[in-house]
Each structure stands twice: as C-alpha cells, then as structure tokens.
C-alpha cells in the first residue's frame, strides 16, 4: 500500500457542486500539505497543517477548504466547483525536522 | 520568501552525467536546499537536500557553491528513467517546512 493514499484518481465534477478529495497517510507524520498543480507549472501550496488542531491557509486557499479529521486523514473541499479549479491536485505529508516531503499520487480533477 | 532559478529544460544522452544548475541569490542563512523530481503522472519525490556541505545519496549528488547562493545536482549516469522535471526548492516560511515549488527543469533523456 502507498504511504500517501489520495481518493479518488480522477473525478469529473459539474460547475457549482461540492466535493471532497480525501488523503490517508500511513507515515505516521504530523504535518500534511494539500498542493495544486496546472499543466506545465509547478505546485502552488492551498492549505497546511501542522497538527490535528491546526490548520493554515497557503498562497491560493480561495475557494477551498480542509478539515483534517486526525492525524493520518486531511481533506481538501471544494464548496462550489468552477471550472478553473480543473487540475491536478496532490497530498503530501512531512515530519517536523523538514526532511523532506512524501507526495500521494495525485488526484485530477476535471470541472465542467 | 527566497526564490531560486531553474533553466526551464535541459538534454541529456543517456549514461551521460548531468549537472542541474539552480541559483538561490537570496538564501538564508538556516535554509537547507531541496531537490525534487516529478515523474510523469506521479507526485514528487525527494532527491536530495543539503546545508553547506556536498551531499550524496544513491540517487544524486549535491554540489552548493561556497557563498550557497547557487547549487548543482549532479546525476552521474543519466538513465531514460531520470526523464522528469526537477525541482530546486527553499522552505518558504520561518518554520523551514512550506516549499514553493517553481516550474522546475525539464530534463530530457535520449537513448
């Protein structure tokens, strides 16, 4: 089993509708990431956490939202889907001396 | 937030070594410097990080100039399985954690 678990792959989704992504992570880290990546650029950072108790906005967290249900769960929502928020979106996890990142696969997320 | 400059993509043979040139101008002293590789439809992995010092691991090695405002990862034998973009990264915040990923490098592989 991936240590970074993102449910689900892909997911087409119609403009206005809530969704969930949903990321599992069996590092036993305390500190999960959720990012977004465009075709041809690199990762923009939406939302962190730190701990069970602690959430913190990234560069672009308009537009979405997190909820990190214990330490091995986060999940980023998007209330209302536009079809800009079509990407590919990615989970990572980390441990506090900053050693390094581990990535879900990713999910693509299509907004039509 | 410091910021680092990547070329957007480089080609190498295969078996070739290959040097990723990254400047990092504005670096802080504390800052360690990070490497990723993103693969094709995958997420990123970790490749390498260091302080001052060169670095290696089996998969990479880092050079970091003197003054750390520029630093090379060195693949010593280019394989087609070493096709990715690459990404040279500073933390972000004053917690060392929070990266920015830029667009990274390119790297091609011929056989």
């Known amino acids: 089993d991936a240590d970074v678990t993102q449910t689900p792959r892909n997911r087409i989704t119609k403009t206005g509708k809530r969704i969930m992504l949903e990321c599992s992570q069996t590092?036993?880290?305390?500190?999960m990431y959720w990012y977004r990546q465009d075709p041809g650029l690199g990762l923009q950072l939406i939302y962190y956490?730190?701990?069970?108790?602690?959430?913190n906005k990234g560069e672009i967290s308009d537009g979405y939202s997190v909820s990190r249900q214990a330490q091995a769960k986060f999940s980023l929502s998007l209330e209302s889907a536009i079809p800009n928020q079509t990407a590919l979106y990615f989970c990572?996890?980390?441990?506090?001396?900053?050693?390094?990142?581990?990535f879900g696969s990713g999910t693509r997320l299509t907004v039509v | 937030d410091a910021k680092t400059t990547q070329p957007n993509s480089m080609e190498s043979n295969e078996e070739e070594p290959v040097h990723l040139p990254c400047n990092h101008s504005t670096i802080s002293g504390t800052d360690y410097i990070h490497w990723y590789r993103q693969l094709p439809s995958q997420g990123p992995e970790y490749v390498i990080h260091?302080?001052?010092s060169n670095v290696n691991n089996r998969m990479a090695s880092l050079a970091i100039a003197e003054d750390r405002k520029s630093s090379t990862l060195i693949l010593h034998r280019a394989t087609l399985r070493d096709a990715a973009v690459y990404y040279c990264?500073?933390?972000?915040?004053?917690?060392?954690?929070?990266?920015?990923f830029g667009p990274g490098t390119r790297l091609s592989v011929l056989p």
């Open positions: 990264i500073l933390p972000r915040d004053n917690y060392g954690q929070n990266f920015v």
């Open positions: 260091g302080l001052t």
């Open positions: 590092k036993g880290h305390d500190r």
């Open positions: 956490s730190f701990d069970v108790k602690d959430i």
């Open positions: 990572a996890t980390s441990t506090a001396t900053g050693a390094g990142y581990t």
